[in-house]
């Protein structure tokens, strides 16, 4: 079956919020699949009003699995909000992609967990003190040969 992807109908509004962004990261590591089975393994979410939002502590059941953080924030005045940086499981935490064309930000972060991860917690450092919502999904059977997930556009 072949998909089309449109990138302008997926990022062009925000207030449709991070689920297509999760569509079109998902699919940039399926088709490379070695087993051919994407599976979803740890979720865990958190809405705080901050500067640095954290995630409750989550393990993860096998190695070599994606982790995507999923983070959209509210917007106060000057600059528009960003995600400053992820960190959390002693993985180095990647930009995959930011929308933040209006006030606020969503954006998604990606790690790859080479061994499985025991009572971790991910921490998303915001440009503002404000509303701000965090999810971090894991996935096992993704291809992690990849250098890199990003919107080619």
Same mark, same amino acid.
Do not use: H
């Given at each position: /079956? ?8 997926? !990022? ?9 962004? *999760? ?5 940039s590591f399926i088709g490379g =699949? ?8 740890? %979720?865990?979410? =958190?809405?705080? #009003?901050? #500067? ?17 953080? !999923? ?21 180095? @935490?990647? *930009? ?8 606020? %930000?969503?954006?998604? @972060?990606?790690? !790859?967990?080479?061994?499985? =991860? ?11 003190? *404000? ?5 971090? /999904? =894991? !996935? ?11 919107y080619r556009g």
């Amino acid at each position: /079956m072949r998909c089309t992807i449109n990138p302008a109908r997926i !990022f062009a509004k925000k207030r449709n919020g991070l689920l297509p962004l *999760l569509g079109f990261a998902l699919l940039s590591f399926i088709g490379g =699949s070695a087993s051919g089975a994407v599976t979803r393994d740890a %979720t865990v979410s =958190s809405d705080q #009003s901050t #500067s640095a939002i954290s995630t409750t502590p989550f393990s993860t059941t096998s190695g070599n699995e994606l982790l995507l953080a !999923f983070i959209s924030t509210d917007y106060l005045s000057g600059s528009n909000t960003t995600v400053t940086g992820v960190t959390g499981g002693g993985l180095t @935490w990647v *930009l995959v992609r930011r929308t933040n064309l209006q006030s606020g %930000t969503s954006e998604i @972060w990606r790690a !790859f967990a080479t061994s499985p =991860s025991n009572n971790v917690t991910v921490t998303a450092t915001i440009s503002q003190s *404000l509303g701000c919502s965090l999810t971090v /999904m =894991s !996935f096992a059977g993704v291809d992690t040969t990849g250098a890199s997930l990003y919107y080619r556009g």
